[in-house]
């Protein structure tokens, strides 16, 4: 019987397609991102008294401490103002304890009617005049005491240093608005960037959740996985220009993988889609009717199917209405289909990569499609 051309419905010759299920589990979804590196914190370290810098123990590059000596400002002038500070404090110190001793004299004296009401007024001022002298001292020591510390430059917080600004020997103040030296927080680090206004409810109910937001820091060919972190937080605001919000995250950043200024792709784990059908998204077709495939029914024909689709992942694509579980839907040869085309299909590319790998494991292999005829049969439907 004369057939209708091999891409017509009930056409002779098949053509030869690949075949993948609808299939229904847990679908994770992705938003996708370009963020920054930035340290989690970054400090311009300056000098807060002036002097000649006579010492810069650190080495470029390396992990501080908070509080580990940076830099040594040349003490001398500070000890020599803290001694002077001192000095004059102890002096009136013992002013004031002579004024004392005078003040309990005078007011036995004034008991027995011996001197004059304006004689013991007169020395209990100076002695109040003295403790004010004695606090006005004691503030000047403080301040000689702190300037002296000063001349140790230390690590405000702990990180990595970069390359030295100031070399010794020269003359730093507190006014220089080169610093000595930089330190960035890179353990934990964070990276900051931008996710469309239209997912900022997805992902403000996700981070408002008991549970963390699992976020990944990628390569620029987003083929390795940089880093793992959780998001932190998201801006206040929506940037009016770009119709986007910024958004950031933290990484442990252990190996130090992650650098400040890095550009790196970010994927952030929106939600997690329970009991949904999905199909190859290379299976999904459009027409002026609207978004369809190819099913390969039970009498190994192509039948044409309207679909409506949800979110895709990962090549995968949800889809809400127009298929069920276990159908299978035609990935490669969908070309030269048409509604009740005959099918000859075949395992694609990746399907057969697979099958023969496990037949190369095999104990006895076998060549592809050597079994009877009845296995051959069984292995198609």
Do not use: C, W
Not at 160 to 179: A, E, F, H, I, K
Not at 231 to 259: H, S
């Amino acid at each position: 019987m004369a057939g209708r051309g091999p891409g017509g419905p009930g056409g002779g010759t098949a053509i030869t397609v690949s075949v993948a299920p609808v299939t229904k589990g847990d679908l994770p979804v992705h938003y996708h991102a370009l963020g920054t590196v930035t340290a989690y914190n970054t400090v311009n370290v300056r000098a807060r008294v002036s002097g000649q810098l006579v010492k810069v123990p650190f080495q470029e590059g390396q992990q501080v401490k908070a509080g580990d000596v940076l830099a040594v400002i040349d003490p001398r002038p500070f000890q020599a103002a803290l001694d002077q500070a001192v000095g004059t404090l102890q002096q009136n110190q013992a002013q004031l304890k002579n004024a004392q001793i005078d003040l309990a004299r005078y007011k036995g004296l004034y008991a027995e009617d011996s001197i004059a009401k304006q004689t013991l007024d007169t020395q209990e001022a100076l002695v109040r005049q003295y403790e004010g002298t004695l606090r006005t001292n004691q503030g000047q020591v403080d301040d000689a005491k702190l300037n002296l510390e000063f001349t140790q430059v230390r690590a405000p917080i702990s990180g990595r240093v970069g390359l030295r600004q100031v070399d010794v020997g020269n003359l730093v103040t507190s006014g220089d608005t080169t610093p000595l030296v930089v330190i960035t927080q890179v353990r934990p680090i964070s990276v900051v960037f931008s996710l469309p206004q239209q997912q900022l409810g997805t992902v403000a109910r996700q981070l408002s959740g008991s549970q963390p937001v699992p976020v990944e820091a990628l390569d620029r060919n987003q083929n390795q996985t940089l880093a793992s972190g959780v998001l932190k937080t998201l801006d206040n605001q929506i940037d009016t220009t770009t119709g986007t919000v910024k958004l950031k995250a933290a990484f442990e950043n252990a190996d130090q993988r992650l650098f400040p200024n890095q550009f790196v792709n970010v994927r952030l784990l929106a939600e997690t889609l329970h009991g949904v059908l999905s199909i190859p998204a290379n299976a999904v077709q459009r027409g002026n009717d609207g978004t369809y495939v190819y099913i390969a029914d039970a009498d190994g024909k192509a039948k044409r199917q309207l679909v409506t689709l949800g979110t895709s992942e990962n090549e995968q694509v949800v889809v809400t209405e127009g298929l069920k579980e276990g159908q299978r839907v035609v990935v490669e040869g969908t070309d030269r289909l048409r509604d009740g085309t005959r099918l000859h299909i075949v395992a694609s590319d990746e399907q057969a990569r697979a099958a023969a790998t496990e037949e190369g494991e095999a104990a006895s292999p076998k060549p592809f499609g050597s079994g009877s005829p009845a296995q051959d049969d069984g292995k198609s439907e």
